[in-house]
């Protein structure tokens, strides 16, 4: 008799990093869920077979989620939901479920007790694990163990899983098997994947070209005077290499850097539009930043380049997502056993 695949439902599936990696390890999808037109068509462009809702996850009705599961057993729920609430500033003695601000993770609770699955993974950025004391970690977990959830939490880096870049996250796994397995994956790698080997064979571009054999290789067309200042910083340099009469006055630290090749990327985000190419004067294309979030070049983004980046910084490194699905995979025929 064939055996059943494993299955799950994706929250906040943006482009669907996080979909990528549980469908390395043959998670098969029963649904998933985002509310930003963009992604989605990402998320359809590439998951051709998944079942996508476009809408928002407060709209979907416990009516709906059942009528979608039908018997399916589903074995985890995964996400990032977004959540604003606890930043390092206005929110001083406010608690992290008392936040309106905070209603998507919310959310995410409440499907996850709809559904019951066996698992679910959470992710996040890492501050949230120390904010407010430790409190605001704890409240979360609070909230999943009252829903019948033994929760633990770490925080990972996407560099120890074969990702070429620095991205720490925290990570919420529970399980609603008392005596179940949570393993967090072990880190698969003992040298760390450099800008350099990540990008160097894809073709050379200058400010305003493209490259049609590969898809979202697209360079920004820079201004003169934004390539006059990007011509002085170094390979891994930064704003100071620029001559004074012409730096720019913000102090952020990261704008303005040139990736240092002989190193992993700094953490991506959704605008890295005055981060430089290691040896070539422009920004990194999106397919360049999708490289150094771990996406095959298959993985096609859509909507415009903003949106692109956007996707691309928002999204859970495939490779980082595939080391924990292995680890749920396990912990699942543990249990079966």
Known sequence: ???????????????????????????QNIFS????????????????????IEGRIQDLKKRDIKKIIKN?????VIGGPPCQGFSIAGNIGRKFLNDPRNYLFKEFVRVVDIVKPTFFVMENVARLYTHNGGKTREEIISSFENIGYKVECEILNSVDYEVPQIRRRVVFIGTN???GDIIFPKKKTIRYITVREALSRLPKLKSGQSDNAVPNHVAMNHTNQMLKKMFYVKNGGDRKDIPTSIRPRTGDPRKYIRYNSRK????????????????????LTVRELARLQSFDDSFIFEGNT???????GNSVPPLMAQAIANEIKKSIKRENE
Do not use: W
């Not at 399916?72 to 985890?76: A, L, P």
């Not at 539009?273 to 422009?282: A, G, P, T, W």
């Open 306 to 312: 903003i949106s692109q980046q956007q996707q691309v």
């Open 177 to 179: 098997n008392k005596n």
């Open 264 to 283: 992993p990327s700094v953490t991506i985000t959704g605008d890295m539009r005055k981060i430089f190419h290691y040896s070539q004067n422009r920004a």
């Open 33 to 52: 869920i985002d509310c930003d037109n963009s992604f989605c068509k990402t998320y359809k462009r590439n998951f051709p077979d998944h079942y996508l």
């Open 1 to 27: 008799m064939k055996k059943a695949k494993l299955t799950f439902i994706d929250l906040f599936s943006g482009a669907g990093g996080f979909s990528v990696g549980f469908g390395k390890e043959d998670f």
């Open 72 to 76: 399916n057993k589903v074995d985890v």
